[in-house]
């Protein structure tokens, strides 16, 4: 379609592959989903600040790498500067790797695979896996002992598997570019698309309470703990329609606080692991609201001590 | 709620499974920002990583160079260089992807993929590590001889000399600057051998070893094969911990963590058969790369995917949520049929 313009036709932007590839990004990641400032209330745990957190890794790891870089690689070894950069590079791989291994972890004890999450635990388990080869490769080519001990060891393992005929560890040529440009660019986009997909599909729910624990636990559906729960076996659609999303339902701003599904804050002594609220999650604990405050929006603003916590929309994938 | 695919297309439903679908949470949301946190968190962890860098720094200790060797463990080099030069050394005897010697590639039930490879990274030992750098030695006349004897002589000639030498060196000893062995019919390896042993020692073989022609050499496969032949460089690895049997390669120099993450691929070396096993690389490399795409391919894997659910640690991460179902309710999520 064109649109006169001062006697310039002027392109729709769907017809141009720049206008698509916008209306499908927007789609797909509308700005308030990409950059979220509200998430589920449930998504409150230190287990959530592991990824933050090995993203700050990553950033200082990256950071480091380019100022040793600047100099070359045998500058380390001649300078109490450049000993102090590799020392900022080294402690900062180890914390990225124990901040994603935690992350890990706790993905897994979430499940954090489940409905349409499958690509974004894959891309993690990617990024893992290629972080450790990005990692090895930096140990082959720091030319020093490490280097070459770890080197002609790590051989016959590689040449066994057909591959070192290819990638030889022992070329310090090969490792060094491999250490700085072409790994660091496959962690950076892995790492960007994990990202992109967690946004996308945003945080996973908790595992609902199904009608026979309900049951067991003197609950019924929409009850006074305003559940509603899925029934063991129920059908779940199969392709369902794109999920309902943090952030993609918007509340109005001006709806009233609600009064049923917003977390209390724990009794002390009531549950085993009651902490002290001080310990509670994330680093939004300041903006953490006592119940029913201003600081816990709902999703709908019909909801009330009547409503469903969750809807059922299946994984589909 | 409604079980029904709200849109009203889409293929035939089926069961809700916890261990994939979810239910989608249309409950309360609370303040955010993503921003903040992830900036909050670059400023913790580079706290904490400047703070171990000025109180750890990190280490460097000198590698073992053919001159360090030669000069700190002249016998061993130069026993090492004879297996070099009669082929008899790790490195000569390696098969693929470095020689074409047979039945010595590891395999994985009947397959060799290094064999099916090829010799990719060719390396003559004789000829890189020991004869052409000292053909590179200008002005010595006795040594021109000696090459060009051993490389006129026979093939029979040649292993008669090279076993002689062999016996010899292995009882030789270094003294004033000099190589000292028993004489015997081992006809001119033992000048090639004392002029390599000189040539090391000066630091002229590091740079004779390079693969690469060209001024500026980057690789570094034939020094560090021939380095990692001896018994020098291992000792210095054992005594760092750093041995195979000492969890290797996952450790580095001094009291640092090294690389921790990969504690499971070292762990298979530690266990039979794999630590005994001729084979035992390219068994570890299998066992890792089965788990590495199962852990990717987790979603997908029936029981396994179901392990966070019986395991329960979600109700610690979700606590402060179940808790605001009511306290029964966390107590009885795990077991659901």
């Known amino acids: 379609m064109s649109v006169p313009l001062d006697g310039i036709a002027v392109t729709s932007e769907k017809a141009t592959w720049t206008g698509k590839l916008r209306e499908k990004a927007l789609d797909a990641l509308p700005p308030e989903r990409l950059l979220p400032d509200r998430q589920p209330a449930y998504v409150a745990s230190w287990a959530y600040v592991f990824g933050a957190l090995t993203i700050g890794a990553f950033i200082i790891v990256m950071a480091s790498g380019a100022v040793l870089a600047l100099e070359g690689p045998a500058w380390w070894h001649s300078s109490n500067a450049g000993l102090f950069v590799n020392s900022i590079h080294l402690w900062g791989t180890e914390f990225f790797f124990m901040f994603m291994v935690v992350h890990l972890w706790a993905k897994f004890f979430m499940a954090a695979w489940r409905g349409k999450r499958k690509a974004t635990w894959i891309t993690g388990v990617v990024a893992f896996a290629v972080s450790i080869a990005t990692a090895f490769t930096g140990y082959l080519s720091q030319q020093n002992f490490d280097s070459e001990w770890i080197g002609t060891q790590a051989k016959d393992g590689i040449n066994s598997t057909g591959a070192g005929a290819f990638w030889n560890v022992l070329n310090f040529g090969q490792m060094l570019m491999w250490h700085i440009v072409l790994l660091p660019l496959v962690v950076s986009l892995i790492i960007g698309l994990h990202v992109l997909l967690v946004r996308r599909r945003g945080v996973v729910p908790p595992f609902a309470p199904t009608q026979a624990q309900l049951a067991k636990a003197g609950l019924s559906l929409g009850g006074a703990a305003g559940l509603e729960a899925p029934t063991p076996g129920a059908e779940a659609p199969a392709d369902p329609s794109p999920q309902v999303l943090p952030g993609q339902a918007e509340p109005p701003q001006q709806a009233p606080p609600p009064q049923a599904p917003v977390p209390p804050e724990p009794p002390l002594g009531q549950v085993e692991v009651a902490e002290p609220t001080s310990s509670q999650p994330t680093l939004e604990d300041s903006s953490l609201p006592a119940p029913g405050g201003s600081g816990i929006e709902t999703a709908t603003q019909a909801q009330g001590p009547e409503d469903s916590l969750w809807q059922l929309p299946g994984d589909g994938s | ?337």
């Not at chain 2, 073992?64 to 000569?92: I, N, Y």
């Not at chain 2, 064999?115 to 990719?120: D, F, L, P, Y």
């Not at chain 2, 630091?203 to 021939?226: E, I, V």
């Open chain 2, 1 to 337: 709620m409604s079980a029904t695919n709200p849109t009203g297309k889409g293929r035939a439903h089926r069961r809700f499974r916890p261990d994939r679908d979810v239910v989608e949470w249309q409950g309360a949301y609370r303040r955010y920002d993503v921003v903040k946190e992830v900036f909050i968190c670059f400023l913790v962890v580079l706290v904490l990583v400047v703070a171990c860098a000025i109180v750890f720094s990190s280490p460097d200790d000198p590698p073992v160079t053919v001159k360090s060797w030669s000069s700190a463990a002249p016998v061993d080099f130069a026993q090492t260089a004879m297996t070099e030069l009669d082929g008899t050394s790790a490195t000569a005897s390696y098969g693929p992807p470095y020689t074409d010697a047979k039945g010595v590639s590891q395999k994985l039930g009947p397959v060799s993929i290094e064999s099916a490879v090829g010799v990719r990274i060719p390396i003559n030992t004789a000829q890189d590590f020991v004869l052409k750098p000292l053909a590179t030695l200008p002005d010595r006349p006795v040594l021109a001889s000696a090459l060009a004897e051993y490389q006129g002589a026979s093939a029979a000639q040649k292993a008669s000399w090279d076993s002689a030498y062999e016996k010899v060196v292995a009882s030789a000893t270094f003294s004033n600057g000099q190589l000292i062995v028993k004489s015997g019919p081992y006809g001119p390896v033992g000048a090639l051998i004392d002029n390599l042993v000189s040539m090391a020692r000066t630091g002229a073989l590091d740079g004779a070893l390079l693969a690469s022609p060209q001024l500026y050499a980057t690789n570094y496969t034939n020094p560090l094969l021939f380095i990692a032949d001896g018994t020098y460089m291992a000792d210095l690895a054992g005594l760092r911990h750093l041995q195979g049997d000492q969890w290797g390669m996952m450790n580095e120099t001094g009291n640092y963590p090294g690389q921790a993450w990969l504690w499971l691929y070292t762990l298979w070396y530690q266990v039979p058969p794999m630590n005994a096993s001729s084979n035992g690389d390219v068994e570890v490399w299998a066992i890792m790369m089965l788990l590495t795409l199962a852990l990717a391919l987790l979603p997908f894997i029936p029981v396994l995917r179901s392990l966070p659910r019986w395991l329960g640690v979600y109700r610690l991460i979700w606590r402060y949520h179940y808790r605001s179902l009511g306290p029964d309710v966390l107590l009885q999520l795990p077991p659901d049929p």
